[in-house]
């Protein structure tokens, strides 16, 4: 299993840029598909990217794609997900997930708050 920490949220305006970072903890990491979900007030929880254990493989919302890169380092244990050209429809909370064997996200972080403003 692996711990996951997500930070780097915080309050722009439209069009803006924000840089959010996923640090995991476990030795297994690196064999884990990553990924980004979202969940805004009175809404469910939504997939917005994810990436494959190699980093070579990615997927993304029709929503995001193209404003959104994610990304991973395995050398620092660590994922990110850069999101470019932010609109007021991204406000949500982000969620770090790991999939250990492509079957299901069952690591889970405690989110960090984006805020976009119009």
């Known amino acids: 299993q692996v711990q996951l920490v997500e930070s780097g949220g915080g309050l722009v305006q439209a069009g803006g840029s924000l840089r959010l970072s996923c640090a995991a903890s476990?030795?297994?990491?690196?064999?884990?598909?990553m990924g980004w979900f979202r969940q805004a007030p009175g809404k469910e929880r939504e997939f917005v990217a994810r990436?494959?254990?190699?980093?070579?493989?990615?997927y993304y919302a029709a929503s995001v794609k193209g404003r959104f890169t994610i990304s991973k380092d395995n050398a620092k244990n660590t994922v990110f997900l850069q999101m470019d050209s932010l609109k007021p429809e991204d406000t949500a909370r982000y969620y770090c997930?790991?999939?250990?064997?492509?079957?299901?996200?069952?690591?889970w972080g405690q989110g960090t708050q984006v805020t976009v403003s119009s």
């Open positions: 476990g030795r297994t990491f690196s064999r884990y598909i």
């Open positions: 997930a790991g999939d250990p064997d492509g079957s299901s996200w069952n690591q």
């Open positions: 990436i494959s254990w190699s980093g070579g493989s990615t």
